[in-house]
Antibody, heavy 120, light 107 residues
């Protein structure tokens, strides 16, 4: 059974940093493209970032480019999102998700999400 | 960026009703269109990918169709567990974008 478990969320002040993690199991992590998708409270889904299976390709939404960094550790079956210069607009549940295609990604399996709240 | 527009934003329906949700892309996306279901407090779940392929384990009452810019998700006979919010997502090009969601409520 595929499992994705996010952690690292919490309450931070504007301008601060946070690092999210996603622990994967139940599939061959190193074969899959991984993603972060977020959902602001009561709002829709917004793609944040993607990383290819070998980390060769990385992409970001314009809203987080230059502030967020996605990375992965295939030896540890883990995905990360380093977030800097956090803003109130970054407040959301952050989900990690996988896909077997970098070029045309659908988000096949999702974690339960971790809540990031940015507030003074 | 490719804009995805769903309609309606919400609908009320009864059990056993046939429900159709539409999704329109701002430019052609071939059949690179995926549908998700999200229940309150839960993560989204992939229902259909590449416009019409049912994800493993998804009941056959769900179906998808369309190509180019216009797509539909159909639930042939609505069941109590289908009351949820549905999102479309284009996988034609980054940034991957979602529709605003369609909330299916009990009439």
């Amino acid at each position: 059974e595929v499992q994705l478990v996010e952690s690292g969320g919490g309450l931070v002040k504007p301008g601060e940093s946070l690092r999210l993690s996603c622990a994967a199991s139940g599939f061959i992590f190193s074969h899959y493209t991984m993603h972060w998708v977020r959902q602001a409270p009561g709002k829709g889904l917004e793609w944040v970032s993607s990383i290819s299976s070998s980390s060769s390709f990385i992409s970001y939404a314009d809203s987080v480019k230059g502030r967020f960094t996605i990375s992965r550790d295939n030896a540890e079956d883990s995905l990360f999102l380093q977030m800097h210069s956090l803003r109130a607009g970054d407040t959301a549940i952050y989900y990690c998700a996988n896909s077997n295609d970098w070029t045309h990604a659908n988000f096949a399996s999702w974690g339960q999400g971790t809540l990031v709240t940015v507030s003074s | 960026d490719i804009q995805m527009t769903q309609s309606p934003s919400s609908l009320s329906a009864s059990v056993r009703d046939r429900v159709t949700i539409t999704c329109r892309a701002s430019q052609t996306i071939n059949t690179y269109l995926n549908w998700y279901q999200q229940k309150p407090g839960k993560a989204p779940k992939l229902l259909i990918y590449t416009a019409s392929t049912l994800q493993s384990g998804v009941p056959s009452r769900f179906s998808g169709s369309g190509s180019g810019t216009d797509f539909t998700l159909t639930i042939s006979s609505l069941q109590p567990e289908d009351f949820a919010t549905y999102y479309c997502q284009q996988s034609y090009s980054t940034p991957w974008t979602f529709g605003q969601g369609t909330k299916v409520e009990i009439k």
